[in-house]
T-cell receptor, first 112, second 112 residues
Framework: DSGVTQTPKHLITATGQRVTLRCSPR?????VYWYQQSLDQGLQFLIQ???????AKGNILERFSAQQFPDLHSELNLSSLELGDSALYFC???????????FGPGTRLTVT | TQLLEQSPQFLSIQEGENLTVYCNSS?????LQWYRQEPGEGPVLLVT?????EVKKLKRLTFQFGDARKDSSLHITAAQPGDTGLYLC????????????FGKGITLSVRP
């Protein structure tokens, strides 16, 4: 158990819909990272937050957005969902900017 | 463009065999990490190598960082069924706030 929690574990929704994925970092960690994992693309970095502020952006689509709240939990919002958005979404956390990130168990999103 | 190429993509071996897998890039990284991911779970950090030529051992696993810090290898001695999983390498970019670039992974199956 990494100490990072993610909800829900599974999510099935239809194209065009919007969903919110939630992540709680390890106690004491200020940085949160979001990743998307698919069979063809592997694990792709989406976005990083540090203490409530956006810190780095990766391959995140404009239809996706995220935020980190004062209690340090984070949410990833996915809108206008397409079939290709079906993937595992992972959250990771670290104390600050160290490269040792701890991953949560992931949310499996299926878009039908 | 996949910055980190892992090979082989799939490997199925008998318990007790030795194996070596590779992670290659044309880019230089400040450090490189190896993760293992089991089905339904998030990646778990195994090791971080920082110095060119560095060798680190974790029980039966030996990790080496290339002299030019562009590639890495993972050698497993006397593989066990518990070694089964997806092995991911991730490069840390210099000065990029710990942004990780992942390879697509190597799926290892160790048969009893």
């Amino acid at each position: 158990d990494s100490g990072v929690t993610q909800t829900p574990k599974h999510l099935i929704t239809a194209t065009g819909q919007r969903v919110t994925l939630r992540c709680s970092p390890r106690s004491g960690d200020l940085s949160v990272y979001w990743y998307q994992q698919s069979l063809d693309q592997g694990l792709q970095f989406l976005i990083q937050y540090y203490n409530g502020e956006e810190r780095a952006k990766g391959n995140i689509l404009e239809r996706f957005s995220a935020q980190q709240f004062p209690d340090l939990h984070s949410e990833l919002n996915l809108s206008s969902l397409e079939l290709g958005d079906s993937a595992l979404y992972f959250c990771a956390s670290s104390v600050a900017f160290e490269y040792e990130q701890y991953f949560g168990p992931g949310t499996r999103l299926t878009v039908t | 463009t996949q910055l980190l190429e892992q090979s082989p993509q799939f490997l199925s071996i008998q318990e007790g065999e030795n194996l070596t897998v590779y992670c290659n890039s044309s880019s230089v990284f400040s450090s490189l990490q190896w993760y293992r991911q089991e089905p339904g779970e998030g990646p778990v950090l195994l090791v971080t190598v920082v110095t060119g030529g560095e060798v680190k051992k974790l029980k039966r696993l030996t990790f080496q960082f290339g002299d030019a810090r562009k590639d890495s290898s993972l050698h497993i001695t006397a593989a066990q069924p518990g070694d089964t999983g997806l092995y991911l390498c991730a490069g840390v970019h210099t000065g990029a706030n710990s942004k990780l670039t992942f390879g697509k992974g190597i799926t290892l199956s160790v048969r009893p």
